[in-house]
């Protein structure tokens, strides 16, 4: 049939486009958080979901600004797309290192 033919291609493709934007940006942000590791998907999200984790960046009084939340700011187009479901919160510092080669990262391409 088809349209099953066409929903697993666009599923293939789907998953290998998610690759490579997960490794670029995961490889790009490591100057910042060298634990950062991705996804696609988890037990709560498909493969059209970017999950980001790390291990040491959690939640203290100093570390309170999502990844998720820059990613969002310089991707917009991502939003829906976008979890940091294990971690992933920044101090303001790394923050703004982070949104900084986010947005180098957006001006090559």
Do not use: H
Request: proline share 3%.
């Amino acid at each position: 049939m088809r349209a099953v033919d066409n929903y697993l291609k666009a599923l293939e493709n789907a998953e290998a486009e998610g690759e490579i934007l997960g490794q670029q940006l995961t490889t790009a942000l490591r100057k910042v958080i060298p634990d950062l590791e991705y996804s696609l998907g988890w037990f709560e999200a498909g493969i059209d979901t970017l999950c980001f984790w790390s291990e040491k960046a959690f939640y203290t009084k100093k570390r309170n600004i999502a990844l998720g939340q820059i990613v969002l700011r310089v991707f917009p187009e991502l939003e829906g797309y976008v979890e940091t479901p294990e971690g992933g919160w920044l101090t303001e510092r790394q923050a703004k290192r982070v949104r900084r080669i986010l947005e180098k990262l957006q001006e090559e391409s």
